[in-house]
């Protein structure tokens, strides 16, 4: 059974394929922004140099190994 496809469903058609486009350009937009913002946070901070951990005064707790 065939049907015809109205003048009605392709403005339908046109508006909602123009609309998706422009909610997915704006969404690509909005996510390479947020991506290029994370990418420049992380390469202008400055680096921290490792800090040793310090000394304890105490001996450490030595245990014995245990063989089976």
């Given at each position: 059974?065939?049907?015809?496809?109205?003048?009605?469903?392709?403005?339908?058609?046109?508006?909602?394929?123009?609309?998706?486009?422009?909610v997915?350009?704006?969404?690509?937009?909005?996510?390479?922004?947020?991506?290029?913002?994370?990418?420049?946070?992380?390469?202008?901070?400055?680096?921290?140099?490792?800090?040793?951990?310090?000394?304890?005064?105490?001996?450490?707790?030595?245990?014995?190994?245990?063989?089976?």
């Open positions: 059974m065939g049907t015809s496809l109205t003048p009605e469903f392709w403005e339908r058609f046109t508006l909602l394929l123009f609309a998706a486009m422009g997915t350009f704006a969404l690509a937009a909005l996510f390479d922004t947020l991506a290029l913002r994370r990418q420049n946070r992380r390469a202008h901070r400055p680096s921290v140099p490792p800090t040793r951990a310090p000394h304890s005064t105490e001996t450490p707790d030595r245990r014995p190994s245990v063989r089976c």
